[in-house]
């Protein structure tokens, strides 16, 4: 199988060194605006560099791990082929362009697995699990806490699509792989609080998001771009019969002032140390999708409902005010529905 990898940033390069690595993959193109990038990665993994139009005309399956903003024309490039489609999250930076493509990913029947990692990861795998048996009772609530070490450059944040879409939209769509329940109402808060280009490009450095779930759960988001003891995603679910938690571990990037507590050692440095054996498995399993041998775990509709919370939190956050998700409709369609999220 000959598969074209665009975008060789630290993503890419990621991705790029797992499917170089596996057996199933005979040829990797990797292409990217900036040549010289896509030269030093193809070196070092032993690829071929191509042009972007040029390798997804002569590959069997493309992975997308370009700048968020691009995501949408090379969907589109690769559908035009019918070849198999992994693409970093989101879609595109918008519900109704989301929905677009979701449209037509669907109506062509090709096969699409979008990039959210964490549903490779074990523990939120063993999570799943433990909500699906009733391990751990009915869901009183999920508590999620997500933040960088370092914040990304202001060039970064100026194509973003914003905190919750770029960021939080990663626990969004945990909340409900895990779950298994959707999203009603979202109300979210923030502010840049460290860093002033944030304000600049109408972003927050720090948020807080509190969400009711269509079955009564509450969860709670706090999240943000720095962290001084290192990267740290935690998720906690309390339920009727037992209390649960991912990220609680050596690594976890706080001071605990407790006498008893165990001590943690240096946090990871990013989410590429955290979840990198996700992003491997991830690409493992695209291969498999592209090979005809398995259906997508993480489809574009998952990124489409996914994208639909982070638009609630960030109207939520413009607004200050509770949104509900009717108000943001598959199509983008405007629902004055707000005044009835804070009836019950």
Sequence with gaps: MRIA??????????????LADHPLVDELL????NRASAERAAQALGARVAEVNEAIEVADALVITTSTNSH???IRAGLSRRIPIFCEKP??????ETAELVDQIEASHTPFQLGFQRRFDPAYREARRRVEDGSIGRLYQVRLTAMDHAPPPESYVRTSGGFFRDSSIHDFDAIRFVTGDEV????????????????RNSDVDTAIATL???GGMLAVLAGGRHNPRGYGIRMEWVGSADAV?????????????????????????SFLDRFADAYRAELNAFVEVALGRAESA????????????????????????????DEIAPRGEEKEVWPDVISR
């Design 245 to 269: 938690a991912i990220g609680l571990g050596v690594h976890t990037p706080i001071h605990p002032l407790d006498g008893d507590a165990p001590p943690f050692a240096v946090g990871w440095e």
């Design 212 to 214: 009711r779930m269509r």
């Design 91 to 96: 879609v595109a930076l918008d519900v109704a």
């Design 30 to 33: 990797v292409a990217d605006l």
């Design 5 to 18: 990898l665009i975008g060789t940033g630290r993503i890419g390069q990621l991705h790029a060194r797992a």
């Design 298 to 325: 993480c489809t574009a509709r998952d990124g489409l409902e996914a994208m639909r919370i982070a638009e609630a939190a960030s109207r939520s956050l413009a607004e200050r005010r509770p949104v509900a998700l």
């Design 184 to 199: 009603e109402s979202v109300y979210a808060d923030g502010g840049a609080l460290g860093f002033d280009y944030f304000a």
């Design 72 to 74: 949408a024309e090379l």
